[in-house]
C-alpha cells in the first residue's frame, strides 16, 4: 500500500501549502534530503496550546505531536508532489512547551513517531531528541523533521 493510501486509510488528507511564509521555508530540500522547518500543534482547525505537566496531560501532548507530525508531511509532500516518494525518515527533533518539573518529552513526542511508524513502516524508524522548552505562541509541540527522498 502506498504512503498516501495509508495516510488516507487513516483519515487523513494532506494538500500541499505553499512553503514560502516571507522570512524563511517552510522546508526545503537540497539533495536526497528535505529539512522540515518547525511544525507547531494545529491542523486544520485543532490547536493544541498549552504546557505540557500543566496545562495538558503527556496523553493531549502525544496527540499534539501527532498534529505536529502531519505538518512535517504535507511540508514533504508540497516539495515532492506525494509522500510514496518518501525513502524514508531520517531525523526528528521534538520541543514540548513545558510546565516546571515536567520531564516526560520522550511520552510526548512518541505521538509523532508512532505516526511516522504508522505510515512508513521500517523507513518510518527515525534518531530522535526530545528537548522541554517555551514554544512560541504557547502551543504545546513543535516538531521539525529530515526525511530522505527520491
Not at 53 to 73: F, I, K, N, S, W
Not at 102 to 121: I, K, Q, R, W
Amino acid at each position: 500500500m502506498s504512503y498516501e493510501a495509508k495516510l488516507a486509510q487513516m483519515g487523513y488528507t494532506i494538500e500541499p501549502v505553499e512553503l514560502n511564509t516571507g522570512r524563511f521555508m517552510q522546508a526545503v530540500r537540497t539533495g536526497n534530503l528535505i529539512y522540515t522547518s518547525g511544525q507547531v500543534s494545529s491542523w486544520g482547525d485543532e490547536k493544541v496550546i498549552g504546557k505540557l505537566g500543566q496545562d495538558l496531560t503527556v496523553e493531549q501532548g502525544y496527540a499534539a505531536a501527532r498534529l505536529c507530525a502531519l505538518g512535517c508531511l504535507r511540508a514533504v509532500k508540497s516539495l515532492t508532489g506525494s509522500l510514496d516518494n518518501v525513502v524514508r525518515v531520517v531525523k526528528v527533533l521534538g520541543m514540548v512547551n513545558v510546565a516546571p518539573g515536567f520531564t516526560d518529552t520522550p511520552g510526548v513526542m512518541h505521538g509523532a513517531s508512532d505516526l511516522f511508524l504508522e505510515v512508513f513502516g521500517e523507513a518510518g524508524r527515525h534518531a530522535r531528541s526530545a528537548v522541554g522548552m517555551q514554544i512560541p505562541s504557547d502551543f504545546a509541540v513543535e516538531v521539525e523533521a529530515i526525511f530522505e527522498v527520491r
